[in-house]
Structure formats: structure tokens, C-alpha cells
């Protein structure tokens, strides 16, 4: 049974940084895309990095510039550096894994319970 955890998550003043982890157990990242999502109460799930098996990365327009999604050499962890937080980055962060690189959440196979990023400012 494959199970992601996040971790990193926390509360930051505005331009602030954090960086979110998300370890896999039972598995490597080797074979599969892996994505970050995020979550703000009431809304859906919007896709915020993604990195793919050929280590190629998107990222959303919102983030660009700001976030920077990496793996570490063994691929059984995956990061997310946030830097210059804001406070609409406020929400929670959900990591996930799947053979092909979607936009949707719920396309993915295997999902993580999320950390919460609280940004004031």
C-alpha cells in the first residue's frame, strides 16, 4: 500500500518562506509524475506544481516565479519551496502521485491528507 505524507506546513508573515515535504512509503517516485495541489476552504483543488518522470516541471501562473517543486535522488521525497508567500497562498497543500501527469485532483492514484500554509499579513 502506497501512503504520502506531508509535512512543512505552518504559519508565515507575507513574503515569507516555507518549504513542504511529502515522503512516500512503499514506493519511489521513479515511474510517476508528482503533483502539489492546494486547497482553500470552500473551493476546489487547483494544481500548483507538477514534476514529471523526465524531471521536467510546470508550475501555475499564481506561483511562477515563486515556488519551485524538486525531488530528492532516491525519489522518495518530494518538495515544494515556496518563497515571497503572500496571503491567497493560504490553504492547504495536498501532495499526489499518478503514471501520467494530470490537472485534476481526483486523477490521481495515490493522495496525501494535506498540510496546512497560513500566510498573514
Known amino acids: 500500500q502506497v501512503h504520502l505524507v506531508e509535512s512543512g506546513g505552518g504559519s508565515v508573515q507575507s513574503g515569507g518562506s516555507l518549504r513542504l515535504s511529502c515522503v512516500a512509503s512503499?514506493?519511489?517516485?521513479?515511474?510517476?509524475?508528482m503533483g502539489w495541489f492546494r486547497q482553500v476552504s470552500g473551493k476546489g483543488r487547483e494544481g500548483v506544481a507538477f514534476i514529471d518522470t523526465d524531471a521536467s516541471t510546470r508550475y501555475a501562473d499564481s506561483v511562477k516565479g515563486r515556488f519551485t517543486i524538486s525531488q530528492d535522488s532516491a525519489k522518495t521525497t518530494l518538495y515544494l519551496q515556496m518563497n515571497s508567500l503572500q496571503p491567497e497562498d493560504t490553504a492547504m497543500y495536498y501532495c499526489?502521485?499518478?503514471?501520467?501527469?494530470?490537472?485534476?485532483?481526483?486523477?490521481?492514484?495515490?493522495r496525501g491528507q494535506g498540510t496546512q500554509v497560513t500566510v498573514s499579513s
Open positions: 512503499g514506493y519511489t517516485f521513479r515511474n510517476y509524475c
Open positions: 499526489a502521485a499518478d503514471f501520467k501527469c494530470r490537472n485534476t485532483w481526483y486523477s490521481y492514484r495515490y
